[in-house]
């Protein structure tokens, strides 16, 4: 996964938070992210055995979230739409998984974690626990969003 297309254009991904950080809520680009896959880092090294066995890597449900506490309190799952955004906020990850946005979402786990989009780019985006839940219904598939 590259920051930048061959043709000059960001990632939908990127481009969906890109508007978000400049423009406020936009519900397109809020789907459009929910829509996208993210990765997600396995913590350990490339030699530590895989923390989730042999769950299915599409069971969100199985994976075990990588949870940062910061200084304040605040617990957050970092997530990135590119390995060049993870590398630069967590340059000693070895190892992640490709995980739909809209499946972690909707298995959300608890309202005390926050999801922290491309940590430490300029487009970076955090959203508390109910929030996450609803990117689900964004994309249609939590909780509810079938009519």
Do not use: C
Not at 18 to 33: C, F, M, Q, R, W
Not at 51 to 59: I, M
Not at 68 to 94: C, N, W
Not at 98 to 108: E, F, H, M, Q, T
Request: avoid cysteine.
């Amino acid at each position: 996964m590259t920051d930048i297309h061959s043709n000059g254009a960001l990632p939908p991904a990127q481009q969906a938070l890109h508007e978000i950080a400049h423009g406020g809520e936009n519900v397109i680009a809020l789907s459009t992210l929910a829509l996208s896959d993210v990765l997600l880092p396995v913590p350990g090294g490339p030699g530590d055995p895989d923390p989730d066995g042999e769950q299915d890597p599409a069971a969100p449900q199985g994976i075990q979230l990588p949870v940062y506490e910061q200084e304040d309190g605040i617990k957050l799952v970092p997530v990135f739409t590119s390995e060049e955004r993870m590398a630069q906020a967590l340059p000693g990850t070895q190892r992640y998984r490709l995980v739909p946005l809209s499946a972690l979402s909707g298995s959300w786990p608890s309202d005390e974690l926050t999801l922290s989009i491309d940590t430490g780019s300029p487009d970076a985006l955090s959203i508390a626990g109910p929030g996450v839940r609803a990117l689900a219904a964004l994309s249609g598939s939590g909780p509810g969003s079938g009519s």
